[in-house]
């Protein structure tokens, strides 16, 4: 059965409401949790780009990518649970894994169920909860996994939205 139903989630899944790359964090995290990320992505049969300043180049230690200067090219990590779903991380800081997901790419129940699962994989893996807010409100989240529950539950109404 799936996590979450479409019907039941699907405003938080219009771009006109959420944004169209609604936010996604894991809060309380370190550099340990980032290499975990990377090696979950590493370890899936996920496509991955890493880039700095858009030049492609092979991924290196989480603890390299976080103790660059703060004025280094901006570092993108991009990956593809699934053809034609995109998730953009930026490890910018070893305090919070943090990346966007496009709500156009996932328009039906297998788009729902494509995202539960990313979510619930890295929630899994860092045995953390994983939040997505809409874009830009990051109080307020509206979904996201809990690894209390092992799955990813509504955080808000959806009906309110």
Known sequence: MPDLLWDDVRTFFD????????????????????QAVFDLVRSNEWT?????????GPLPS????????ADAET??????????????FRPMSADEIDFDVDLREL???????????FLGAIGRRLGKPVAMT????????VLG?????????????????
């Open 62 to 69: 989480a603890a390299e990518v976080l103790s660059r200067p």
């Open 15 to 34: 771009p006109d409401l959420m944004g169209a790359l609604p936010d996604v964090c894991v809060a309380g995290t370190s550099v340990e949790d980032w």
């Open 107 to 117: 328009q039906s129940q297998v788009g729902v169920d494509t995202l539960c699962g």
């Open 75 to 88: 570092v993108d990590l991009r990956v593809w649970p699934v053809p034609d779903v995109l998730a953009i």
């Open 134 to 141: 809409a874009e830009g409100d990051y109080g307020n989240p």
């Open 145 to 161: 996994f809990d690894p209390a529950a092992d799955r990813v539950v509504l955080l808000a109404d959806p009906r309110l939205s």
């Open 48 to 56: 991955w780009e890493y880039s700095v300043g858009g030049a492609a």
